[in-house]
């Protein structure tokens, strides 16, 4: 039957007919309740009124529908109105393979890149038990985002390989459609035992996606016959002349896997997928030791002086990067560029993409008042600002593919395309999100004190791995895609990398150390896609050790690969990709300078020498400074105290275990601040003075906590504390005269929205804090104590953080575009006026978005602000940096 134009199936209107055929018709549509366009295929009478066929139809569509894959035509809905049954498909606009094939073969390495995207999707589909059995040119469709698997319509999961009892998808492609009643599939890329009528499973698809891969290349199909008999004998008794023989420059290892695809035993073929696509993958990245060699084009020295970098040098780097990704021509030794990548302002994290040609890094955003995501193409002379990342505060990472980074901002995490629009939130995330990796099945994972994964398309990030009693971060996928490495911190000496699957249920992971470090790893793939390295942190060198992917086993010696890398937190400056390029950087990074400011916001002074801070606390006297300072250790920072008038730093705290969020009694004799001990997070005091025991306040948990302030009366303590349910949640802790803990803590605001950087007023009666319930940080006000939110008062106007309350009538913070607000706050928050800007001032932003990175004097006329250094180490990129192993 014919739809015409305006005709509604459910919430679906047509648009307009795009092809017909004798299985039905395939119509362009308009989703009313989505607002997208999309695809219906119309099931025809004769195939509707089929009860077997209807049930299987059904079925088979709910078990496709789970075929999530970024080279997949997603099938929306099926439905079915007036007796007429429908499929609701993805809308894809681009050409097919066909019609591109009917120009002539195409270029070698687009050719590898449709084959390695189609085997992943193959590989999807037969991981979920379904054969496509009609796979064809006509059936893969090129977009500007790369080619998609269509039409399952042949598809199977289990059941026969004759006509009328598996039907269950119509092809969208109307040519050579087959009819019921006869042989499954499209003759020239059919397997011979589909012609035998014998059972089909995931080799009858490697055989197609072989005769379409050798028409990729060469321009001939790879079986041709006057009639239909003599097609089907060359299938089954003759074999397609060597692509070689057409293209001479062709790889041999491409012409053994073709071959190998081809063979007429189904044992004679690789017998998945996936190897096929590790294949592929070796051939695309080997170049010439996998083919004759090809000409390599010369770069051209330019030389203009540049703020950060030289043009001569950048083109170096991409001359010897277009020799290696276009050409596949591997360096011959190992080749250094130095090369400054972040602009003036400080970049503390970068990574490098799969393909080894764009760096994305956070850095303050243009202007200075927040950070965001830059990219950097090795290529380009000038980095670039993504629109939309501003408040991106957390490493970024990459899709698997160069062509998304994902970062966190505002407690979502974020995907942002680098070919443009802005960015799409993926799923809610912790403020501090440390490390992430994205599959090509579309799967991503990131750490947040345990390891999480969520669909690329979004939704509800669940957990992979279960953290206590320690903290699961930075995880790394190997190359099957389902098995990663990730850190496992408990305590420097007591930490580690370990193997998670996310075939594995949480309580079900391994539990064996693979490697003793305190700090992140890397796994760096290789030519061969059975093996690789392990790239990991030991006294400031890095290090790369042999790492076999198939029995995922560590497999030789570790070797040295650069000196002094830096640390930051628990994090080291180097990043890999899948085409042998290495970057790092260097310790030494300065990231930021402890400035005095008036209140008119002339800098008066630099505290102390510039360094890596976060946490700034002025004590109630404005002589001291508490301050969590990078020392460049294998845990990050600890705690220093320094003078202000002579800028000299004391350390405070002295656990090799990471510490810090400072914040002083009002008598300035003590400071109270979060460690790390035993596995988990506790809160702990000691005096401010020169040696002292620490206390512990509250026990080590899992769960991760900042302290926020501590009330002028001495008898309570504020901190904020992060639940896998309620987000961050404001807590107070009740404390004796002496300081010590006099009952357990208590909830104060505890909602699904993040609550943090809490801080007492002077008389105790309130609490100003940061929420996100707007869906921007806005800065609040309620009375304390309190059991609800009854009472509470809107501080800021237009977002605001890092509430400081120092005086009685002024309530001070920092605006989301990075200026020094001030609200009167003399007859009570309630009644408080219109907050005013003071000053703009560059603010520095952290690894951890809950911490203070400013103080104001209790005279409120006085500003010590954590503000970004100038002075940043170059980021080195070495090209195949695994020659360097063999030295």
Known sequence: MSL????????????????????????????????????????????????????????????????????????????????VAFLVMEYLEGETLADRLAKGALPLDQALQIAIAIASALEKAHRAGIVHRDLKPGNIILTKGGAKLLDFGLAKTGASAIAGTALSMLPTALADLTAQGTILGTFQYMAPEQLEGREADARTDIFAFGAVVYEMVTGQKAFEGQSRASLISAIMLSDPPPIATSQRLTPPALDHVVSACLAKDPDGRWQSASDLRGELQWIAHAGSQASARAPVVAGRWRRERVAWASVALLS???????????????????????????????????????????????????????????????????????????????????????????????????????????????CDAPLTLLGGAWNRDGVIIFGDGRIMRVSEAGGVATPVTLASPAFHFFPSFLPNGHDFVYLRYVSPQDSGIYLGSLDARPEQQRSERLLETPLMSTYAPSLDPTTGHLLFMRDGTLLAQPFDARRLALAGEAVPVAERVGIFLLSAQFSTSATGVLAYRKAGTTLSRLVSYDRAGTAVRTVGEPGAFWDVALSPDGTRVATNVDEGRATGGGISVLEVAQGVANPFTF??????????????????????????????????????QEQELLRPTSALKLTNDWSRDGRSLLFSSRDPKTKSDLWVLPLTGDGAAAGPPVPFVRTEFNERQGQFSPDTHWIAYVSDESGRSEVYALPFPASSGEGRVRISVDGGTQPRWRNRNELFYVSLDGNVMVKDVSTGPAKAGTPRVLFAAPFQVGLEPDSFQWDVAASGDKFLINTPSTASEPVTIVLNWTAALEK
């Open 655 to 692: 656990d090799s275990a990471p510490d810090g969020a400072p914040v002083w009694s009002w008598d300035g004799h003590r400071i109270a601040f979060v460690a790390s001990r035993l596995g988990g997070v506790g809160v702990y005091q000691k005096g401010s003075g020169s040696g002292g």
């Open 4 to 83: 015409s134009c305006g005709a509604r199936l459910g919430a679906y209107e047509i648009l307009s007919l795009l092809g017909a055929g004798g299985m039905g018709e395939v119509y362009r549509a308009r989703d009313t309740r989505l607002e997208r366009t999309v695809a219906i295929k119309v099931l025809p009478d004769t195939l509707a009124g089929d009860p077997q066929f209807r049930e299987r139809f059904d079925r088979e569509a709910r078990a496709i529908s789970q075929l999530t894959h970024p080279h997949i035509c997603t099938l929306y809905d099926v439905g079915e109105q007036a007796g």
């Open 316 to 426: 170096l780097l991409a001359a010897t990067l277009v020799s290696v990704a276009r050409f596949r021509e591997p360096a011959p030794k190992v080749e250094l560029s130095r090369v400054q990548i972040a602009p003036p302002g400080g970049s503390y994290t970068f990574t490098l993409a799969p393909d080894g040609r764009t760096l994305a890094f956070i850095a303050p955003s243009p202007g200075g008042r927040t950070r965001s995501v830059w990219v950097r193409k090795m290529d380009s002379l000038e980095p670039r600002a993504l629109p939309g990342t501003e408040d991106a505060n957390t490493p970024p990472f990459w899709s698997w593919d160069s062509r998304f980074v994902a970062f966190q901002a505002g407690g979502k995490l974020k995907k942002v395309d680098l070919t443009g629009g802005l960015p799409q939130t993926i």
